[in-house]
């Protein structure tokens, strides 16, 4: 394959992307679940929420407020959604940049009702409840006594109740949380006579409880990022069917071809990050040297489209077992990414990002 192109580089493909967020709009409404469109994985790019929001997905969330300012200066008017807490400091560009965030803390909820009040809106507030995965939540039996203390905040409204799950105790959604949540919704709905318009879950892993379980009782919004991006979640059992899996491509060239040994030779010291590598003797064989580093991305989270190994990477090198794929100077080598690899990228300012079949250009175009 010869191109032009700039390598290392990103190649995203819109009608690819545009296909993951109609069927996910599809499979989650097929069981009255709406989907907040997680951008945060790809640092709030606005081509990509804009082809969120041309395919179905009304609402985007992000955990950063620089992605959240991004996306509002990029033109797009759809409601945005701040997933992480705010600091406290950042309560007032809360207000200003998103209609929604999550919460739990009644100092930061107070500073946001300042804030919405002084500017004469209503700011809306998910608060979110620990099922047990242990990131962030109140406790359920702390529940009743904030909403209590939320509804007086004039300035704030609020919206609905959320939990998020597999972000850091590994814990994934089940009846039996799921359940939890929903009595819990319904509690409030009873005891405090409000109608809460979420009753939200994350993350992508949501998605193999929602397709098997009979009855998602109140649960009718899912946040979604990975999935949508990436076809489902890093395991193969958690791929979503029909939709497809590479929708980024991170294209690499080869710099240096050689045969040489697999282990190396004379004295032991260290590598380039002070580990004391260890390495299998397979006698001679084909090296190829890409020209991406741990700059640019987390070289344990890509796999390479090619039957080739990855041996290893320093700062700007990825070493390869060429095995019998025949690599040579300016090949190029096309690898798909799992999320940690996808955000690395997107982080990184040496790899250029190249969108595909972009809809907005032929748009404009014609
Ligand atoms: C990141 C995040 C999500 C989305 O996670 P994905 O794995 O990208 O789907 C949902 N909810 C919260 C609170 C998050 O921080």
Not at 8 to 18: G, N, Q, V, Y
Not at 19 to 40: L, M, Y
Not at 136 to 148: F, I, W
């Amino acid at each position: 394959m010869t191109t032009n192109k700039d390598t290392p580089r990103l190649e995203i493909d819109l009608s690819k992307l545009a296909h993951n967020v109609r069927q996910i709009v599809d499979i989650f409404g097929a069981k009255g679940a709406t989907v907040f469109g997680v951008t945060k994985g790809i640092c709030g790019d606005p081509k990509i929420a804009s082809v969120y929001l041309d395919n179905g997905i009304t609402v985007l969330a992000d955990s950063r407020l620089d992605n959240l300012a991004k996306l509002r200066a990029s033109g797009i008017t759809a409601p945005l959604l701040l997933l992480r807490f705010p600091s406290l400091k950042e309560a007032k560009s809360t207000v200003d940049l998103a209609d929604i965030s999550l919460q739990t803390e009644i100092p930061t909820m107070k500073e946001l009702a300042k804030h919405a009040q002084q500017k004469n809106i209503k700011h809306k507030v998910i608060l979110m409840v620990e099922l047990g995965d242990l990131r962030e939540g109140l406790m359920p039996e702390e529940l009743d006594s904030v909403v209590e203390q939320v509804l007086p905040l004039e300035g704030l409204e609020l919206a609905g109740i959320g939990a998020n799950m597999a972000c850091l105790g590994g814990i994934i959604q089940d009846d039996r949380n799921m359940t939890e949540l929903s009595h819990l919704a319904e509690n409030i709905e009873n005891k405090f006579g409000i109608a809460l318009d979420y009753v939200s879950v994350g993350n992508s892993v949501v998605y193999s409880w929602f397709k098997d379980t009979k009855d998602v009782k109140r649960v009718n919004n899912v946040r979604l990022g990975e999935s949508i991006l990436l076809g489902g979640r890093d395991l193969p059992e958690q791929k979503i069917p029909g939709l497809n899996l590479d929708v980024f491509t991170l294209v690499a060239e080869v710099i240096e071809a050689k045969v040489k040994p697999s282990i190396p030779w004379g004295e032991v010291f260290v590598d380039a990050f002070g580990n004391i590598p260890k390495f299998q003797d397979k006698g001679l064989i084909p090296r190829a040297i890409c020209n991406v580093g741990r700059q640019d991305v987390s070289v344990q989270d890509l796999a390479p489209r090619k039957d080739v190994d990855i041996i290893g990477a320093s700062s700007d090198h990825l070493i390869m077992d060429a095995k019998n794929s025949g690599l040579r100077v300016g090949d190029e080598v096309e690898f798909d990414m799992y999320y940690g690899a996808l955000l690395s990228i997107m982080t990184s300012p040496y790899v250029k990002k190249y969108y595909m079949n972009d809809p907005f250009q032929s748009r404009d175009a014609g």
